[in-house]
């Protein structure tokens, strides 16, 4: 969901780190994400829920990505719901919080060891991509091709399958487009990103299913 949605490469995942403290009232439980305490710049997730029009939504921070470091962070974004796909990366992430014991402060995508515990460095097994392809497509002779990769590769296909451009699909993955003087005083904005990847499964108005061949 992370490298999909997110446009994650191995250092946008393995570096991401969550504050957090779980609200208890009466037998409910909930998170309540928190702001990184020390370094404004450190690599985080958090769900914000402010009372906009798309709130609640995942907003993460990269620091140790391509195109993206402390001096130019970059930030991705997932919106509640898309309804077309089943995926609520919002109720994902929240319930596994509540169900994992993730501590506060800690990386998010740790691996874990054995049966109990986990590890507390990087994690940076994204062959796990192949792994999980193989699983389900036990008869497939392609799974070498497979990779974290194609999480980026296929949400850059369906956004322009859509009809968006090399700009936008550039802002959502944080790939770089060489710029025109007039595109330095834009980006796209976010509220414009969490309703695109909240309509992907959808056509766009005017397209039918044969854009899809």
């Given amino acids: 969901m992370f490298c999909t949605l997110g446009c994650l490469r191995v250092n946008g995942t393995c570096f991401l780190r969550v504050f957090f403290r779980v609200i208890t009232v009466g037998s409910r439980a909930s998170i309540q994400f928190i702001s990184p305490p020390t370094d404004k710049y450190c690599p985080h997730v958090v769900v914000v829920r402010n009372g906009e029009e798309q709130s609640p939504y995942v907003r993460g921070q990269l620091v140790f990505d391509k195109n993206a470091d402390a001096r130019k962070p970059r930030r991705f974004y997932m919106p509640n719901e898309i309804p077309a796909t089943g995926i609520r990366p919002v109720e994902v992430l929240e319930e596994y919080l509540l169900a994992e014991p ?27 991509f192949k792994k999980a392809y193989a699983r389900a497509f036990p008869d497939a002779i392609d799974v070498r091709r497979y990779g974290s990769g ?30 025109v003087a ?12 969490l309703h695109i990847l909240s309509q992907l499964g959808r056509l766009a108005p005017g397209m039918t299913g044969d854009h899809w061949n």
């Fill in 182 to 193: 007039m595109d330095l005083y834009f980006t796209t904005h976010r509220a414009t990103i």
């Fill in 102 to 128: 993730v501590d506060t402060g800690a990386l998010l995508f740790v691996a874990p060891k054995g049966i109990s515990g986990w590890y507390t460095g990087p994690y940076r097994g994204h062959g796990a």
């Fill in 150 to 179: 194609s999480a980026r590769k296929s949400l850059g296909q369906w956004l322009w399958t859509h009809g968006w451009g090399h700009r936008v699909i550039s802002d959502i993955g944080g790939g770089y487009t060489p710029k």
